[in-house]
């Protein structure tokens, strides 16, 4: 229970770090910087749904990139992921189940987006496994062609005929919107859906043998190899589960949010990279990254506020974030150097 409080504690420590940093270079005071995003995001009704609304895909691909880097698996790629879960769910929507009733199509969609997330992240698993290639640039890679596939889609056959010229995709109908609580854009099915996985999750990590498989490759590949496990076996499994996450957050962003397929940029603002400093953050424990998850869609909501309050430009926030990512994983290096050397008695 202490150690689960001093990693809350820390996670908090690293986002006043990023916070501090931003002074040094802006001579905007931390405590001003800090306030200012804290009233924009969890001051109002409004800050705090709108945090909710931008930490929902937040939590479901950092849950999906957490099993990936448990397991030593670096998937770079939820990103492109998402956005091929949006894909998925707008072609169930638009061209595959139009006039099916909302209790099916909602499944259908969110089903053919986690499918299409899944297919998507096997790309650098096959790769890994067959060619052992590095599954980092790959999946990075992936992401760039998942963002321009997107925007030939719009700009292209997908194109609407009844959007005046714009590169958007014909509104869902009815049927294949989800949801939201009362006049928010909280669409609560997909919310709901990452609250019940992220227990899931946590209860196959911790308390299943896939979890054990995947903490003992992610803590010593070679005592894994020794103990006779299916390092192959995993890696497709963590890659194909942590893409169909990121799958379901492109579902809820299109089916939850917009009701149309539109440009990359405009589906999803950078949730599948921030959301690898939420899984590093939320030190790849399921159940914390809900937390992490909703700290920084915070901080998204709190950088379109300090852009008009404070005058700083809009890419404080990115600027922030891999500022907090160097912190934790410097954290972390030095924790693994230390229990490395006590390990060594010190030599």
Request: net charge positive; hydrophobic share 50%; aromatic share 12%.
């Given at each position: 229970m202490l150690k689960r409080y001093k990693n809350i504690g820390l996670s908090f420590l690293v986002i006043f770090l990023g916070l501090f940093a931003i002074y040094l270079v802006s001579s905007v005071r931390p405590d001003i910087m800090f306030r200012?995003?804290?009233?924009?995001?969890?001051?109002?009704?409004?800050?705090?749904?709108?945090?909710?609304?931008?930490?929902?895909?937040?939590?479901?691909?950092?849950?999906?990139?957490?099993?990936?880097?448990?397991?030593?698996?670096?998937?770079?790629?939820?990103?492109?992921?998402?956005?091929?879960?949006?894909?998925?769910?707008?072609?169930?929507?638009?061209?595959?189940?139009?006039?099916?009733?909302?209790?099916?199509?909602?499944?259908?969609?969110?089903?053919?987006?986690?499918?299409?997330?899944?297919?998507?992240?096997?790309?650098p698993a096959v790769l890994k496994v067959k060619f052992n290639l590095n599954e980092i640039i790959v999946s990075l890679m992936l992401n760039y062609i998942a963002i321009?596939?997107?925007?030939?889609?719009?700009?292209?056959?997908?194109?609407?005929?009844?959007?005046?010229?714009?590169?958007?995709?014909?509104?869902?109908?009815?049927?294949?919107?989800?949801?939201?609580?009362?006049?928010?854009?909280?669409?609560?099915?997909?919310?709901?859906?990452?609250?019940?996985?992220?227990?899931?999750?946590?209860?196959?990590?911790?308390?299943?043998?896939?979890?054990?498989?995947?903490?003992?490759?992610?803590?010593?590949?070679?005592?894994?190899?020794?103990?006779?496990?299916?390092?192959?076996?995993v890696v497709f499994l963590v890659l194909l589960l942590g893409g169909g996450?990121?799958?379901?957050?492109?579902?809820?962003?299109?089916?939850?949010?917009?009701?149309?397929?539109?440009?990359?940029?405009?589906?999803?603002?950078?949730?599948?990279?921030?959301?690898?400093i939420v899984a590093w953050l939320g030190r790849l424990n399921p159940l914390l990254i809900v937390l992490v998850s909703f700290l920084f869609g915070g901080l998204l909501v709190g950088g379109d506020a300090i852009q008009v309050s404070l005058g700083l430009p809009g890419s404080t926030i990115n600027f922030i974030n891999g500022l907090i990512l160097i912190f934790v994983l410097v954290q972390g290096f030095s924790k693994t150097r230390f229990s490395t050397i006590k390990r060594r008695g010190g030599k």
């Open positions: 200012s995003i804290a009233l924009s995001a969890f001051g109002s009704i409004y800050g705090l749904t709108e945090t909710l609304t931008k930490s929902i895909p937040l939590m479901l691909c950092g849950l999906g990139l957490s099993l990936s880097f448990r397991s030593s698996v670096w998937n770079i790629g939820a990103e492109g992921q998402l956005l091929m879960g949006a894909v998925g769910a707008t072609w169930i929507a638009l061209y595959i189940m139009p006039n099916a009733p909302k209790f099916l199509l909602i499944p259908a969609m969110f089903l053919v987006g986690a499918i299409c997330g899944g297919m998507w992240a096997l790309i321009e596939f997107v925007n030939y889609l719009v700009y292209g056959p997908w194109k609407s005929p009844y959007e005046w010229g714009f590169p958007y995709s014909t509104k869902f109908p009815e049927s294949a919107q989800l949801p939201r609580i009362l006049d928010t854009r909280v669409h609560y099915p997909t919310l709901i859906l990452a609250l019940i996985l992220a227990v899931i999750l946590y209860i196959i990590l911790y308390r299943s043998k896939l979890g054990y498989e995947i903490r003992v490759i992610g803590d010593s590949i070679d005592a894994a190899r020794y103990a006779g496990l299916d390092i192959h076996r996450l990121a799958g379901l957050a492109g579902v809820g962003e299109v089916a939850g949010i917009h009701h149309r397929l539109r440009v990359a940029s405009g589906i999803s603002s950078g949730y599948g990279y921030t959301a690898v």
